[in-house]
């Protein structure tokens, strides 16, 4: 068996399963390490991590697909606009309103 290599941290539970779960559709078999015990130590004062390891072998690829999405989520991050029909705030990609369900248009 391979030896695992950390490739993800964070203190948020939820970030770090999304990211593993970026890494399992990429075709990597990643695995997910002290996420119970972050969730629950997490909610009181002291964080603890949850990481996201994968095996040595696919750890280049890994970091290349997380580098990779930190770029893609830097690029399409936009300032809130607001809806021409209730003027409720909004941010680029969503196709309905929140607040008044008006389809919204870029």
């Known amino acids: 068996m391979s030896n695992l290599v950390e490739v993800f941290r964070s203190e948020s539970t939820l970030e770090a399963q999304m990211k593993a779960q970026v890494l399992e559709q990429c075709g990597l078999n990643p695995a997910l390490f002290d996420e119970n015990l972050a969730s629950v130590i997490g909610m009181g004062t002291h964080a603890v991590p949850c990481r996201v390891l994968v095996p040595e072998t ?49």
Do not use: D, H, Y
């Open 58 to 106: 696919q750890s280049a690829k890994a970091m290349e697909i997380l580098q990779s999405l930190e770029v893609e989520t830097e690029n399409t991050i936009a300032e809130p606009t607001n809806c021409p029909a209730c003027n409720a705030e909004w941010e680029k990609g969503f196709t309905v309103c929140w607040s008044c369900q008006r389809p919204l248009e870029e």
